[in-house]
């Protein structure tokens, strides 16, 4: 029985990575050995988008009100990309990383599957 997901950031800067999810997210963890961090996400789905060529994996957070969500990572220092657009499924903007990467950040406006 599945009883979990386990997403995997491939980061330039794993270091800078980890720092900004424990220290800017506020993402709780647990040191699995040797500085490697393993965070806790909040419930999570899946969802599968058609694709003309190979697939591809993004990962976006969720949230109830973006505006909310977004005045209190300014708060902790975190500066989004972008303003937010109206995706007619979503309110969407994204989070840069240290290194470079980015984590989509949302409030769905779509049907979300039960936790």
């Given at each position: 029985?599945?009883?979990?997901?386990?997403?995997?950031?491939f980061s330039?800067?794993?270091?800078?990575?980890?720092?900004?999810?424990?220290?800017?997210?506020?993402?709780?963890g647990v040191?699995?050995?040797g500085g490697?961090?393993?965070?806790?996400?909040?419930?999570?789905?899946?969802?599968?988008?058609?694709?003309?060529?190979?697939?591809?994996?993004?990962?976006?957070?969720?949230?109830?009100?973006?505006?909310?969500?977004?005045?209190?990572?300014?708060?902790?220092?975190?500066?989004?990309?972008?303003?937010?657009?109206?995706?007619?499924?979503?309110?969407?903007?994204?989070?840069?990383?240290?290194?470079?990467?980015?984590?989509?950040?949302?409030?769905?406006?779509?049907?979300?599957?039960?936790?």
């Amino acid at each position: 029985m599945i009883t979990g997901a386990h997403a995997i950031l491939f980061s330039t800067d794993a270091e800078q990575d980890r720092a900004f999810l424990r220290d800017k997210l506020g993402l709780a963890g647990v040191d699995a050995g040797g500085g490697w961090l393993i965070f806790a996400l909040p419930p999570a789905e899946v969802a599968v988008h058609p694709a003309e060529t190979g697939g591809a994996c993004e990962l976006y957070l969720m949230c109830d009100d973006v505006n909310a969500t977004i005045a209190e990572l300014r708060g902790r220092g975190v500066e989004l990309r972008g303003e937010v657009q109206d995706m007619g499924w979503g309110l969407l903007t994204s989070i840069p990383l240290p290194s470079g990467g980015q984590l989509g950040l949302y409030e769905p406006r779509h049907p979300t599957a039960p936790h």
